[in-house]
């Protein structure tokens, strides 16, 4: 994990997460009980964010930062050309080990790769992308409800943020993860 002072890394072919910053939310939310909880009313402390620069030559660390609001300029091409992506992960608790599991992440892991491709979004490795996720689920995993059925949602997704309105390749993109406290989707049962 870095420090803030050596916390920019530049890697051309893809971000690691061995250079991950975490910033720590000092002022963490109150979380749902297992009662307030339903599908996306709630998000965790902390989220994901990973750039890529073609000024700067490439992605830079990753970085867990507190859930904020994202900024993007009105020229962006995610406005005006819709070049974004999501997948949808989610992650459990299990009552046997106490620990938290993915389920499938490699198959999401594809399948967001596959869309970014499509949009001429930059490569990266699914592997590091899946192990920084790791990460950000262990630093919220107080999130994770420990109910029968019940599971953390997460959202990764990953936009061209090139600050121009000509049509061209992107300049800036970003990958975001956040996660949200899930109920079941259906309440009485399959």
């Not at 936009?159 to 000509?166: A, Q, V």
Request: hydrophobic share 35%; proline share 8%; charged share 25%.
């Amino acid at each position: 994990m870095q420090t803030p002072q050596n916390s920019l890394q530049i890697r051309a072919d893809s971000f690691r997460a061995d250079d991950l910053y975490i910033e720590h939310n000092e002022r963490p939310k109150k979380k749902p009980s297992i009662e307030e909880t339903s599908f996306s009313k709630f998000f965790t402390d902390h989220m994901l964010i990973i750039e890529h620069s073609e000024e700067l030559g490439g992605w830079l660390s990753p970085k867990i930062q507190p859930y904020a609001p994202i900024t993007i300029l009105p020229c962006s091409h995610v406005l005006h050309y819709a070049t974004a992506a999501f997948e949808g992960m989610k992650a459990y608790y299990c009552n046997k080990d106490g620990s938290v599991r993915l389920f499938r992440p490699e198959m999401n892991m594809a399948r967001f790769k596959s869309s970014l491709d499509r949009l001429c979004l930059p490569s990266f490795s699914t592997e590091q992308l899946l192990e920084c996720i790791k990460k950000l689920i262990d630093l919220d995993r107080e999130w994770v409800p420990q109910a029968e059925g019940y599971s953390v949602y997460l959202r990764p997704f990953a936009y061209d943020d090139s600050p121009t309105l000509g049509l061209s390749p992107p300049s800036l993109s970003k990958i975001v993860v956040i996660m949200s406290p899930s109920a079941p989707y259906f309440s009485e049962g399959i």
